[in-house]
């Protein structure tokens, strides 16, 4: 089964300070039903283990950063024990999966419609893949429509859809990055996009871009989403292929993608000036 994944999207695409492949499980094992999800939190796995999965992929990592204990008494320790004594093998395809064609930004690209597109920041040496992606409406829309748009095709957050701009500029060549992408500016910029989606921008870069976006043509405009609505969307998509790809093979799997909202935020409360 990891190899079927790992032919989709191969661990030597990851960054170097990423932690991606087989967390937990033994990759001789039989898998009958794999659970597609953002997040490896404990609701999460119990959701997989309800349904019956044998496999978690999952897009972050649970042990990105060193630990130096699994123990059951670590909230990441009971995430590993839970998921090993119920027979739950746990995979992460994470900036991998980023840089993939498909990959998290094609999935995002596609359900805002956005066609002819290519990566953002490609890899060096492989032009088609890379991280984030910039492709184009099929007629211009208003900044405000276009929220709008952003609006409909992501699940529902506390968070919502946040726009900086003017709402009646028209947009046309849009960037996307899934998950956090200010770190990308300058690559936005290059690609003369007009408006930019991604997660968790911060107050500083987002202030400077539209400082300078001001000070020269008005691009790009920014609209900011909530970190899991970013992504959920490749899950489907990585499901399906895995699918395909395993029955080519004269394997049979189910695939299902997690309904459990994990973005970390539950509630929004409106400030007095609105």
């Given at each position: 089964m990891t190899d079927a994944l790992e032919v989709m999207h191969p661990l030597d695409r990851a960054q170097s300070w990423d932690a991606v492949g087989l967390v937990c499980g033994d990759p001789a094992a039989p898998v009958r039903r794999v659970h597609f999800a953002v997040d490896p939190v404990a609701a999460v796995v119990e959701e997989a283990i309800a349904a019956g999965a044998d496999l978690l992929v999952t897009h972050h990592p649970l042990l990105l950063r060193p630990v130096h204990s699994v123990a059951a008494t670590t909230f990441k320790g009971g995430v590993v024990h839970?998921?090993?004594?119920?027979?739950?093998?746990?995979?992460?395809?994470?900036?991998?999966?980023?840089?993939?064609?498909?990959?998290?930004?094609?999935?995002?690209?596609?359900?805002?419609?956005?066609?002819?597109?290519?990566?953002?920041?490609?890899?060096?040496?492989?032009?088609?893949?890379?991280?984030?992606?910039?492709?184009?409406?099929?007629?211009?829309?208003?900044?405000?429509?276009?929220?709008?748009?952003?609006?409909?095709?992501?699940?529902?957050?506390?968070?919502?859809?946040?726009?900086?701009?003017?709402?009646?500029?028209?947009?046309?060549?849009?960037?996307?990055?899934?998950?956090?992408?200010?770190?990308?500016?300058?690559?936005?910029?290059?690609?003369?996009?007009?408006?930019?989606?991604?997660?968790?921008?911060?107050?500083?870069?987002?202030?400077?871009?539209?400082?300078?976006?001001?000070?020269?043509?008005?691009?790009?405009?920014?609209?900011?989403?909530?970190?899991?609505?970013?992504e959920w969307p490749w899950l489907a998509g990585c499901a399906d292929r895995l699918v395909v790809a395993l029955a080519d093979g004269g394997r049979t799997v189910e695939a299902h993608v997690s309904t459990t909202r994990t973005d970390p935020w539950t509630l929004r409360v409106p400030s007095r000036g609105e």
């Open positions: 839970r998921a090993i004594t119920a027979g739950l093998a746990l995979y992460v395809a994470h900036t991998n999966a980023d840089a993939g064609a498909p990959g998290v930004s094609d999935a995002l690209a596609r359900v805002l419609d956005l066609d002819d597109l290519v990566p953002l920041d490609p890899l060096p040496g492989h032009p088609d893949l890379g991280i984030g992606r910039v492709g184009t409406l099929a007629a211009p829309e208003r900044l405000g429509d276009f929220a709008d748009r952003v609006a409909a095709a992501l699940p529902g957050t506390e968070q919502g859809v946040r726009v900086a701009g003017d709402p009646d500029a028209l947009v046309r060549r849009v960037a996307v990055c899934g998950g956090s992408g200010d770190s990308l500016f300058e690559q936005v910029r290059a690609s003369g996009a007009d408006v930019y989606v991604t997660a968790d921008l911060r107050h500083h870069p987002a202030s400077e871009a539209r400082e300078r976006a001001a000070f020269e043509d008005g691009r790009p405009h920014l609209v900011d989403v909530a970190h899991w609505a970013s």
